[in-house]
């Protein structure tokens, strides 16, 4: 399967995206990035220790705080963190980890894609949805 299948069946499957890095600053791409993708349907999971609320949705701690399945994990965070965000990601249970545009780790690939995760990196989800023209359909979460 091509990088483009990958994420095209990410875009399509897919509609709550857990952002790992989200941010309550709206100059930042980690909360611009979330902002468009809810404003477009996705259903947003905020994980960030530091803040309560990002683009209007309760934020979580850490992937394990989160009370129900995580599927898509989007991830804002520098690539040294893409590690242990990939096992986190697989701890959890989740089916996709995404890492932004210039996050790459081949550590994490091989993390997620061991663990039959979908995996993209060094994209950007905004880029890639304005490229497929794909909106959620209520996929799986």
């Given amino acids: 399967m091509s990088a483009d299948d990958v994420i095209e069946s990410i875009l399509r499957d897919y509609d709550t995206i857990t952002v790992v890095g989200a941010s ?6 980690a909360n611009e990035i979330p902002a468009y993708m809810k404003d477009r349907g996705w259903r947003i999971i905020p994980v960030n220790p530091h803040a309560d609320e990002i ?10 705080d989160i009370p129900e399945q995580v599927g898509l994990v989007d991830v804002f965070r ?8 990939a096992r986190q990601a697989v701890a959890v249970g989740a089916s996709a980890l995404w890492l932004q545009l210039g996050i790459r780790s081949a550590q994490a690939r091989e993390i997620a894609q061991s663990a039959g995760l979908r995996y993209v990196e060094d994209r950007c989800l ?9 909106v959620p359909s209520g ?3």
């Fill in 139 to 141: 996929g799986a979460r």
């Fill in 24 to 29: 309550a600053n709206p100059a930042k791409a």
């Fill in 126 to 134: 905004i880029i890639e949805q304005r490229r497929t023209g794909i």
């Fill in 55 to 64: 683009v209007g949705e309760p934020v979580y701690r850490t992937l394990a």
């Fill in 78 to 85: 520098p690539s040294d963190d893409a590690v242990e965000i």
